[in-house]
């Protein structure tokens, strides 16, 4: 009798857990055709990117010829492609269920989103094969997003020790991509750079265009600065942005096998043109341009720079403006190259 009981109860027990799986069933195919009908599933938002609007236009060293396919299309209003878009989110499972709708399949390939911040892939192949890989891999994305990169290219200049004291003064980090002939000339900058927070970036020895000469010395001119900036601040810079934003992706191979990112910039001024040397333009660009999440290209070997920034930091402070190195603002690895739609 009481074995009896027990079946009857395990009968029942059964009986109620096939029922519930059936429902779970129902309720998942039900989810899924919604889903595949619909397209409810959001679609990651793009972040952190440039709109085309913002694309670099600045001629800055730029080739009087046309930009050649080598790469120095400072001028390519080219983006990268959008983000793929899926009505699968990642989590579900790669089922491959027939449903009413027509819509069936869910493979597996498309399970992966891709986001802005994703590297783009380059089809583009090169004698190394080597630093190849390490550059498509990796996705960067904005680690102090509120905040703002200032960079100054082309020094340390005359006006450096000013800006300096400047920027000692607000306590603000900026970020400088220096000329090697520089860093030897005025050794005591770097090191007040290094010794104050600052990060010190590799922008050639002697300003050359690196998709325009020869393997050989494009690797020399990037060494050369690692290694006088090493010597002074005992540490080698992780970060390089090529002279004049000519670029190619032997550029960004050497700069990543001596472990360097490439670093280039969403805003830019202008602030070397004959027309832009004035202190209230550089003031004023900076108040109506400065946006969190960006990095500015500004050259502090310019007076009309240097005044106009420092005329412009405590009220971007004021109006509540923080700043941080590249570092600071995104993590690279070498062979990386930001922002991704300068690569081509
Ligand atoms: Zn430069």
């Keep these: 009798m009481r074995k009896f009981k027990f079946k009857r109860q395990l009968a029942l027990i059964i009986a109620i857990a096939v029922i519930l799986s059936l429902f779970a069933a129902v309720a998942l195919i039900l989810a899924m055709g919604g889903c595949a009908i619909t397209g409810s599933i959001p679609v990651p938002a793009m972040t952190n990117e440039t709109s ?49 709708s027509g819509k069936t399949t869910v493979p597996p390939t498309t399970t992966k989103p891709k986001t802005s911040a994703t590297k783009q892939t380059s089809n583009k192949t090169t004698s190394s094969a080597g630093t190849t ?42 970020t400088f991509f220096v000329q090697g002939q520089f860093v030897e000339s005025r050794p005591d900058l770097i090191l007040r750079m290094h010794q104050e927070g600052h990060q010190i970036a590799n922008h050639t020895y002697s300003h050359k265009y690196l998709s325009q000469v020869s393997a050989d010395v494009r690797r020399s001119q990037l060494k050369s600065t690692s290694d006088a900036i090493e010597r002074i601040t005992g540490s080698r810079p992780t970060l390089m942005r090529p ?10 191979q050497e700069a990543g096998k001596q472990g360097m990112a490439t670093v280039f910039w969403d805003l830019d001024p202008g602030d070397w ?72």
Excluded at 66 to 91: K, L, Q, R
Excluded at 146 to 173: E, N
Excluded at 243 to 252: D, K, L
Aim: proline residues 10%.
């Design 243 to 252: 002279p004049g934003g000519y670029r190619s992706e032997p550029v960004y």
């Design 133 to 174: 890989e390490k550059t498509t891999t990796t996705a960067a994305s904005l680690s102090a997003p509120g905040a703002v990169a200032i960079t100054f290219d082309d020094g340390p200049g005359k006006h450096t020790g000013k800006l300096l004291d400047a920027l000692k003064k607000y306590d603000v980090r900026v």
């Design 52 to 100: 085309p609007a913002e694309m670099p236009t600045t001629k800055e060293s730029t080739p009087a010829s046309p930009p050649s396919s080598s790469g120095n299309a400072i001028t390519s209003n080219t983006m990268p492609p959008a983000p793929e878009t899926t009505a699968v989110p990642s989590s579900l499972p790669s089922l491959d269920i027939s449903l009413k």
């Design 273 to 344: 043109k004959k027309n832009n040397k004035n202190v209230n333009y550089i003031y004023n660009y900076l108040l109506d341009h400065t946006k969190k999440g960006k990095i500015i290209l500004l050259h502090d070997i310019h007076q009309t720079t240097v005044d106009g920034f420092i005329k412009a930091l405590p009220v971007l402070i004021e109006r509540g403006f923080t700043f941080v190195t590249v570092d600071g603002l995104v993590k690279l690895q070498p062979g990386d190259v930001y922002p991704s739609y300068w690569r081509r």
